[in-house]
């Protein structure tokens, strides 16, 4: 019995300690972003001196401007994270507005350190995510104005304009410095580039059809 409550609380323990060694809770107030700051690294970005700190820190103005969506894919990201609020640092919240022209999309991507919740605000989206390996079960649905969708975190997702007009969307994510990976860019658009032979062998297609791809980015 003792056997059993020394291996529970043990188990506990373990399991308590993954959870808070997952993202800690600041241990102060706020610590805003110094970029001006000494090379010193941190688990974010070193602190001002918190006397100096004042509203502009904590402040962002521009999220009703619409973005440009003159682009090839059609969709625009206005990201709101720490490199625009600096009072961010250390916080663990992000936000971003997204556009898209009529059929314009967000390629497949994942954010490495945040999980996402989209609301739209305008127009309709068709949305998902890919599970991973090796399920690789696609989840998706159509949203309309007002609707909120999840795409958990380092998941693969994407979105695409399937109103008739231009559409408006605002994401809140986990993170403070959610990143963004891009599948197309970083596969086909590395520099340097992957070679065409672990490309064409990977996607079972041949070399000029990667070339095609790789010159678009
Ligand atoms: C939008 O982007 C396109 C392509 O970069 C550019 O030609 C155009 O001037 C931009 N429009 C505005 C309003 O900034």
Do not use: W
Not at 31 to 36: F, I, K, P
Not at 74 to 93: F, M, S
Not at 186 to 200: H, T
């Amino acid at each position: 019995m003792a056997n059993q409550i020394l291996l529970l609380t043990t188990f506990l323990a373990m399991t308590c300690s993954l959870v808070v060694a997952f993202e800690p809770s600041p241990l102060q107030d706020f610590c805003v972003a110094d970029a001006t700051s000494s090379a010193t690294r941190v688990n974010g970005l070193p602190c001002l001196d918190s006397k100096l700190a004042t509203a502009e820190h904590f402040f962002f103005s521009g999220l009703h401007i619409p973005g440009n969506t003159s682009n090839p894919v059609g969709g625009k990201v206005t990201p709101v994270n720490v490199a625009q609020i600096p009072g961010l640092n250390t916080l663990g919240i992000s936000l971003a507005r997204i556009d898209y022209a009529p059929m314009g999309v967000i390629p497949p991507h994942t954010h490495p350190r945040a999980t996402e919740i989209l609301t739209v605000l305008e127009g309709s989206l068709d949305v998902g995510f890919v599970t991973s390996n090796p399920d690789n079960k696609l989840i998706s649905k159509v949203l309309n104005k007002g609707d909120a969708f999840v795409f958990p975190v380092g998941l693969i997702h994407y979105q695409k304009n399937v109103g008739t007009g231009m559409a408006v969307s605002l994401s809140s994510l986990s993170s403070q410095n959610p990143g963004v990976n891009t599948i197309a860019n970083a596969v086909f658009g590395s520099n340097p580039p992957i070679s065409e032979d672990v490309l064409a062998k990977s996607f079972q297609v041949d070399k000029s059809v990667i070339t095609s791809i790789q010159a678009k980015f």
